[in-house]
């Protein structure tokens, strides 16, 4: 079974510039989730899915940031503009959204680098 | 709000000895639940084993094991025979076992880097 895969891997993109990270969750996960993960420390949810709804975007700078996930599968996380503080990493994660047995799994990550 | 505190930036173990990483957390529910997460250098986050808060008894999974002490809410990982591989960050992390807005969400401790010597 194919895990959660993210693309790019890494981007490297000058400061006020859009950037755009995409992922794709397990095949029949219903609960996807994008967390920040900035250097030396635990990583930050950011947006929650549940199909195409979200359900959690309390932390996400939506000055900035946007997400979709228009057919309840794939996803997008878009920072336009970008600013210097953005540098990090960006992790998708999904899970089958069972409460009893949630356990999330975790793709490769983009890490973005803004000069 | 729950938080998650791993105090030990850095662990450094022999190759096949054992090691502790140490993980406490503050929460005023009583049902949720526990991980700890490996992260090698590539960054891929793997999870190495879980905890439901209702279970008396410890998780185990091969050479990993648990030591879940709910009242003085404490979860430390061994890790038994280390090895190389066993080389990246463990994160800790807590979920709420409720399914409502925010709950679901993991919440991360700041991380334990294990370095593991021959």
């Known amino acids: 079974e194919a895990g959660v895969v993210q693309s790019p891997r890494y981007k490297i993109i000058e400061k006020k510039q859009p950037v755009a990270f995409w992922c794709n969750p397990i095949?029949?996960?219903?609960?996807l989730y994008w967390y920040l993960q900035n250097l030396g420390q635990g990583p930050e949810l950011l947006i929650r899915?549940?199909?195409?709804?979200?359900?959690?975007d309390s932390q996400l700078p939506k000055d900035r940031f946007s997400a979709e996930r228009l057919k309840g599968v794939d996803s997008t996380l878009k920072i336009q503009p970008a600013e210097l503080g953005d540098s990090a990493v960006y992790l998708c994660?999904?899970?089958?959204?069972?409460?009893?047995?949630?356990?999330?799994?975790f793709g490769p990550g983009t890490r973005l680098t803004v000069l | 709000a729950q938080t998650v505190t791993q105090s030990q930036p850095e662990m450094s173990v022999q190759e096949a000895e054992t090691v502790t990483l140490s993980c406490t957390y503050d929460?005023?529910?009583?049902?949720?639940?526990l991980f700890w997460y490996k992260q090698p250098p590539s960054r891929q986050m793997i999870l190495v084993i879980r905890?439901?808060?209702?279970?008396?008894q410890n998780a185990t999974e091969n050479r990993f094991s648990v030591n879940f002490q709910k009242a003085a809410k404490s979860f430390s990982l061994k890790i038994s025979d280390s090895q190389l591989g066993d080389a990246a960050m463990y994160f800790c992390?807590?979920?709420?076992?409720?399914?409502?807005?925010?709950?679901?969400?993991?919440?991360f401790g700041t991380g334990t880097r294990l370095q593991v010597t021959l």
């Open positions: 994660a999904s899970s089958d959204g069972d409460t009893n047995t949630d356990t999330q799994y």
């Open positions: 992390a807590y979920r709420s076992a409720r399914d409502a807005g925010t709950a679901s969400k993991l919440t």
């Open positions: 095949s029949g996960h219903n609960t």
């Open positions: 899915y549940e199909n195409e709804e979200a359900v959690d």
């Open positions: 929460t005023s529910e009583s049902d949720y639940y």
């Open positions: 905890q439901e808060a209702y279970k008396q």
